[in-house]
């Protein structure tokens, strides 16, 4: 007849999710006789572990929208941000705008001066 306590310790080992290998091998190491632990392993019934079927509730998925979809995996509600079709226009700095200024107004100098240039030239 196999020890009690061999068989007890075998089957919480089992119901834990060890494998039976495992078991012996550790046993043996506990100094257990191979054939005391070959012994209780043929008394200890091993009930398997229940399986549940995950059953879904509806035969078809749902089809949510994808705010609702996301609501549903972060919990938290979604806000939408409006998206418009017109190109953003950025203000121009009024430091673009003098600095702009100020190369035309040297721009119509020089032309200015290079035309006295060229008449002083040609005369």
Not at 90 to 116: D, M, P
Request: net charge neutral; no cysteine.
């Amino acid at each position: 007849m196999a020890n009690e306590q061999l068989t007890s310790y075998i089957q919480k080992e089992l119901k834990k999710g060890v494998s039976e290998e495992q078991i012996r091998q550790a046993l043996v190491k506990a100094n257990w006789a191979t054939a005391d632990v070959d012994e209780a392993f043929k008394t200890v019934k091993v009930v398997p572990k229940e399986v549940k079927k995950v059953v879904p509730e509806e035969s078809e998925p749902k089809k949510l929208e994808p705010e609702q979809a996301l609501k549903e995996i972060i919990g938290e509600e979604v806000k939408k941000e409006k998206v418009t079709e017109e190109p953003v226009k950025t203000e121009e700095s009024w430091f673009n705008r003098k600095k702009r200024l100020i190369f035309i107004v040297i721009g119509l100098f020089l032309l200015i001066i290079f035309y006295y240039i060229f008449e002083y030239i040609q005369s």
